[in-house]
């Protein structure tokens, strides 16, 4: 006959029969773990965005860029993350959104560098 493995103490408690998490209502220290991992994510998520603006805007700017989002905007934001988190289907919609925007703007940042260097001739043109 096979034998039994013994049984190892719960690592989440003190061995006195307490347990070493906050309440001994487990609904409420899952909880407390999702408010504070949220909490945890959400300031993450701010240092992160805010960094990765430095590099491109003043300390400033990019500060109130990530800290002055909006109510529409956040709204915007979390859907287009459920919607690519709950199927292959939504993640190729925002990605290839996200695809589109990208194209958009570039094409924006080369037409204002072809109507500055227009303006620039222009100019050079008028003054000779």
């Known amino acids: 006959m096979a034998r039994r493995k013994a049984r190892r103490a719960r690592e989440d408690t003190d061995g006195t029969g307490g ?7 487990p ?9 504070v991992l ?5 300031l993450l ?3 992160l965005e805010k960094g990765l603006l430095t590099g491109q805007l003043e300390g400033d700017k990019a500060r109130r860029l990530v800290e002055g989002r909006g ?5 915007a934001l979390w859907g287009a993350s459920r919607l690519a988190t709950r ?7 925002v990605a290839g959104g996200l695809a589109a925007k990208v194209l958009y703007d570039r094409g924006k940042k080369i037409e204002a560098t072809r109507r500055a260097r ?3 001739r222009k100019a050079e043109a008028q003054e000779s």
Do not use: W, Y
Request: zero cysteines; glycine letters at 8%; aromatic letters at 0%.
């Open 19 to 25: 347990s070493r998490l906050p309440s001994p209502d």
């Open 27 to 35: 609904v409420t220290n899952l909880v407390i773990a999702d408010i």
């Open 38 to 42: 949220r909490g945890a994510g959400s």
């Open 45 to 47: 998520r701010q240092r």
């Open 71 to 75: 109510m529409v905007s956040a709204l």
């Open 87 to 93: 199927s292959p289907v939504g993640l190729a919609l």
């Open 118 to 120: 227009r303006a620039a």
